[in-house]
């Protein structure tokens, strides 16, 4: 058969013929293979979300999530093309101006995937009118500073928290453009929750929410992991 390599069944992405292994998604073979699909929602320790639809490619023509739907044999996956990264830029461009992204103060400016994520496919600027919401910063805990404008709501902290640490420490509430983070604890406040910086959830968010304090910009702003090589060279790595 065409795609049955002996080494076993393969798909192709953009015309490269990839392995995968039973179960697979689309995400985990490619990421398993050293190939790069945007995405933001996605980590490689957790099961897939599907919100963020960075990682929509087209499967035999049709829109769907990378990290959703299933590898098979003889799948022909487009991923890098002018009209899918269009349209990630444009999903970019909407989750900066619903929240407040200021990246030159930001302490995860060069460690952040949305940030890289916008270099990569070329964003320049918002496009969009920003929202301006307003989001206060928690500042309760001793030890974790959380500053919600950096928010996407990709709820990784969410499933850390609830699946490995075992706290529910975070949830997501709201509805529509009011969807936000919230803490899991009477007061709402983090210094109220049981959390502490050793906790999964203390490290997973891949933007600047979820900051360790007295840690301020320890590596310096050029010597960080997307100032050294884009996002789109991570290999397979699929997560800082
Ligand atoms: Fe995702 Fe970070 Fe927001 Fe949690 S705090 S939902 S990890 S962006
Ligand atoms: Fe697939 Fe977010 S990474 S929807």
Same mark, same amino acid.
């Not at 035999?60 to 098979?72: D, K």
């Given at each position: 058969?065409?795609?049955?390599a002996?080494?076993g069944?393969?798909?192709?992405?953009?015309?490269?013929e990839l392995?995968?292994?039973?179960g697979?998604t689309?995400?985990?073979a490619?990421?398993?293979a050293g190939?790069?699909?945007?995405?933001?929602?996605?980590?490689?320790?957790?099961?897939?979300?599907?919100?963020?639809?960075i990682c929509t490619?087209?499967?035999g023509g049709?829109?769907?999530?990378?990290?959703?739907v299933?590898?098979?044999?003889g799948?022909e996956?487009e991923?890098?093309?002018?009209?899918?990264?269009?349209?990630?830029k444009?999903?970019?461009?909407m989750?900066?101006?619903?929240?407040?992204?200021? =990246?030159p103060? @930001? !302490?995860?400016?060069?460690?952040?995937r949305?940030?890289a994520t916008a270099? *990569? &496919?070329g964003?320049?600027?918002p496009?969009?009118?920003e929202?301006?919401?307003?989001?206060?910063?928690d500042?309760s805990?001793?030890d974790?500073l959380?500053?919600?404008?950096? =928010?996407?709501? @990709? !709820?990784?902290?969410?499933r850390a928290?609830?699946?490995?640490?075992?706290? *529910? &420490?975070f949830?997501?509430g709201?509805h529509?453009?009011?969807t936000?983070?919230?803490?899991?604890?009477?007061?709402?406040?983090?210094?109220?929750?049981?959390?502490?910086?050793?906790d999964r959830?203390?490290?997973?968010?891949?933007?600047?929410?979820i900051?360790?304090?007295?840690?301020?910009?320890?590596?310096?702003?050029?010597?960080?992991?997307?100032d050294?090589?884009?996002?789109s060279?991570e290999?397979?790595?699929?997560?800082p």
């Amino acid at each position: 058969m065409r795609y049955e390599a002996e080494s076993g069944p393969t798909f192709t992405l953009d015309g490269e013929e990839l392995p995968f292994h039973p179960g697979d998604t689309l995400l985990q073979a490619a990421t398993r293979a050293g190939r790069y699909i945007p995405h933001l929602c996605w980590h490689p320790d957790f099961a897939a979300h599907g919100s963020c639809r960075i990682c929509t490619v087209k499967v035999g023509g049709r829109a769907g999530a990378a990290c959703t739907v299933r590898a098979a044999a003889g799948l022909e996956v487009e991923s890098h093309t002018e009209e899918l990264n269009e349209q990630r830029k444009t999903l970019l461009q909407m989750l900066f101006v619903e929240g407040n992204h200021f =990246c030159p103060s @930001c !302490e995860k400016s060069g460690n952040c995937r949305l940030q890289a994520t916008a270099y *990569d &496919v070329g964003m320049e600027g918002p496009h969009f009118e920003e929202f301006y919401p307003d989001r206060p910063v928690d500042a309760s805990h001793p030890d974790i500073l959380l500053d919600f404008n950096r =928010c996407i709501l @990709c !709820e990784l902290c969410v499933r850390a928290s609830r699946d490995v640490d075992g706290k *529910d &420490v975070f949830a997501i509430g709201g509805h529509g453009i009011g969807t936000h983070l919230l803490v899991n604890s009477e007061s709402g406040k983090l210094a109220d929750t049981a959390m502490t910086l050793s906790d999964r959830a203390a490290s997973v968010c891949p933007v600047g929410v979820i900051l360790p304090k007295r840690r301020g910009f320890a590596v310096p702003i050029g010597q960080r992991v997307y100032d050294l090589k884009p996002v789109s060279e991570e290999g397979g790595e699929g997560a800082p």
